[in-house]
């Protein structure tokens, strides 16, 4: 089960109590854990979906997995809970598929991560503080004792021995695709502490919803196999790339590619053009379902690659939608959106990818005409008084649920959103937000503790 969070939940029966009555009255739990339900009305049932089954390679014992879906108790049926993850990404399919545009959307997350040989902190009145270590980083140069240290930022693509986890990083895709899950590769990523990427191919957005949380899952418990720390935290370690999860994608309609066009700029057609004028529009609100921690906007910083600027262009990083050169096929035209990290609830962020896209064909949002680019420069490299013409992200998560609370109607179109889940989760971030600013941090000691 999944969490307004995007984390997994787990309940555990015995094989002998799992029946037809399972499959057909689900499994009760208290939904208010979830941050779904009031607790004075919180009773669910949890209903498996037997195409998610899968022996959990993790289990000593073995065990079957299945995710499922959250229903509410109702008479004389059940009926499904309309906040819960994995019926909003189903509703978010349904409207795309009445609106008459496409049949199918297909996506492709890029998932980077850290993997640690060491991590510890602890938030007290009188400690706080953090601790991280991996083998091949730069730091350790004085330590290491065999010269086998990769240089700050120097790690993309680096080989053996240098790459300290590809036994590790091959034995996670392995787990992929036992569970289904194609792989096109995995490699070492820029940040020299750890960092790496690996990447599914092409599949149905709600199929790569559960996807994303089995492939986090496999990531993190792979991981500990191998005496390291899994992390998808945005921003990790100061001064090192951050770890983003960009999603590409495309629209399909009976078998046909809605955006391809060898004619448009790109070789993309006018309805992709559309698509990307709604999510630059919404750009700022779809932040803070895409971009939903604090830690996400240390990652949005000029610099490393991470995208700061509202616009469009083809093969560069710098914007944050980019269109690859090398996705040449009719079937394989896309772009990426470059903004959104693994902290997200990946029902929540492909289902809001989504509505903002067709927010932006029925709307026929021109990305060109509202100034969004293209943009085929380095923004980064661009003089001061340029960049102070273009348009910028959101710089905090607060900014963001700022944005959300003004712009949420594309979301809540067709019922897709329910409003009182967008209610729910803005409070709980904004809650969030305040907590973590009021706690003093060691940065801000080497700052201020003099003054």
């Known amino acids: 089960m999944v969490d307004i969070n995007g984390q997994y939940r787990h309940v555990t029966i015995p094989a002998q109590n799992f029946t037809e009555d399972t499959m057909r009255d689900g499994i ?3 939904a208010s854990n979830y941050g779904y339900a009031v607790v004075e009305k919180s009773d669910m049932v949890f209903i498996p979906d037997p195409d998610t089954a899968l022996i959990d390679p993790f289990c000593d014992i073995p065990t079957l997995s299945m995710t499922g879906n959250a229903m509410i108790i109702d008479y004389p049926e059940n009926r499904p809970l309309a906040q819960y993850p994995r019926n909003i990404v189903l509703a978010a399919e349904k409207y795309m598929r009445d609106s008459g545009i496409a049949d199918t959307m297909l996506i492709l997350p890029e998932f980077e991560f850290y993997l640690f040989d060491e991590v510890n902190w602890e938030v007290k009145a009188n400690s706080i503080g953090m601790e991280i270590d991996a083998s091949q980083s730069h730091w350790n140069t004085g330590f290491d004792g065999k010269g086998v240290t990769v240089p700050l930022q120097k790690n993309y693509h680096i080989a053996k021995p240098f790459d300290t986890s590809f036994e590790c990083r091959s034995e996670m895709c392995m787990h992929m695709e036992d569970a289904g899950i194609p792989i096109k590769y995995h490699h070492p990523e820029v940040g020299a502490a750890g960092q790496y990427e690996i990447e599914p191919k092409l599949g149905e957005m709600s199929k790569m919803a559960d996807a994303t ?3 986090k899952y496999i990531i993190r418990n792979t991981a500990l196999k191998y005496g390291k720390s899994a992390t998808f935290m945005p921003k990790p370690v100061y001064g090192e790339a951050g770890s983003g999860m960009h999603v590409h994608m495309l629209l399909m309609k009976d078998g046909e590619p809605v955006f391809s066009d060898d004619n448009g700029y790109s070789h993309l057609s006018r309805e992709a053009h559309y698509f990307m004028g709604g999510l630059l529009k919404h750009i700022a609100s779809l932040c803070a379902i895409t971009n939903p ?6 990652r949005l910083v000029p610099g490393f690659e991470a995208p700061v600027t509202v616009g469009y262009a083809t093969s560069n990083r710098s914007a944050v939608i980019r269109i690859p050169a090398y996705a040449k096929t009719p079937n394989m035209r896309r772009f990426e959106l470059r903004n959104p990290d693994a902290t997200c609830n990946p029902y929540f962020c492909y289902a809001a990818i989504l509505m903002a896209g067709l927010d932006g064909i029925k709307n026929k949002i021109d990305p060109h005409e509202n100034g969004w680019g293209p943009y085929d420069c380095n ?13 910028g992200l959101p710089t905090s998560l607060d900014e963001a649920l700022t944005a959300l609370e003004k712009d949420h109607d594309y979301l809540t179109a067709g019922g897709v959103f329910p409003e009182q889940l967008l209610k729910n989760f803005i409070a709980a971030k904004r809650d969030e937000c305040r907590k973590m600013a009021a706690i003093p941090t060691p940065a801000e000691f080497d700052r201020y503790y003099n003054l």
């Open 28 to 30: 009760g739990f208290d």
């Open 213 to 215: 949380m089995m492939i």
């Open 293 to 298: 921690s604090t830690n996400s906007f240390k």
């Open 379 to 391: 923004l980064f490299a661009l003089p001061e008084e340029e960049k102070a013409k273009l348009q």
